[in-house]
Nanobody, 124 residues
Framework: VQLQASGGGLVQAGGSLRLSCEAS????????MGWFHQAPGKEREFVAG????????WYPDSVKGRFTISRDNAKDTVYLQMNNLKPEDTGVYYC??????????????????WGQGTQVTVSS
């Protein structure tokens, strides 16, 4: 499975961005897709997840109400709509996929495949 993330950029605080992540290869094995954020000098943190078949979604409290994950199974693509962005949202955003089983994974160690990351910069 290969993942290609896109959609990052520079935005002012309070603005919005939509990230995309297209999966290719053996996409039939994907059970879970997730998005992670890595701020400069910090660990990679979970920000959104979705069960690939069922569509169930989950978020950490830090982004609830601001970020929305969705998917288009026909296009093998997952999206992350980010609204009301804050300077602390700055960093590289990675999409990831897990194949083992459908579960609400939030630990990066549970994900098997990773995209290359897309940079998001939020200016104050």
């Amino acid at each position: 499975v290969q993942l290609q993330a896109s959609g990052g950029g520079l935005v002012q605080a309070g603005g919005s961005l939509r990230l995309s992540c297209e999966a290719s290869g053996r996409t039939s094995v994907i059970a879970v897709m997730g998005w992670f954020h890595q701020a400069p000098g910090k660990e990679r943190e979970f920000v959104a997840g979705i069960l690939w078949k069922e569509g169930t979604i989950w978020y950490p409290d830090s982004v609830k109400g601001r970020f929305t994950i969705s998917r288009d199974n026909a296009k093998d693509t997952v999206y992350l709509q980010m609204n009301n962005l804050k300077p602390e949202d700055t960093g590289v955003y990675y999409c990831a996929a897990a194949y083992s089983s459908s579960y609400y994974y939030t630990d990066r160690k549970e994900y098997n495949y990773w995209g290359q990351g897309t940079q998001v910069t939020v200016s104050s």
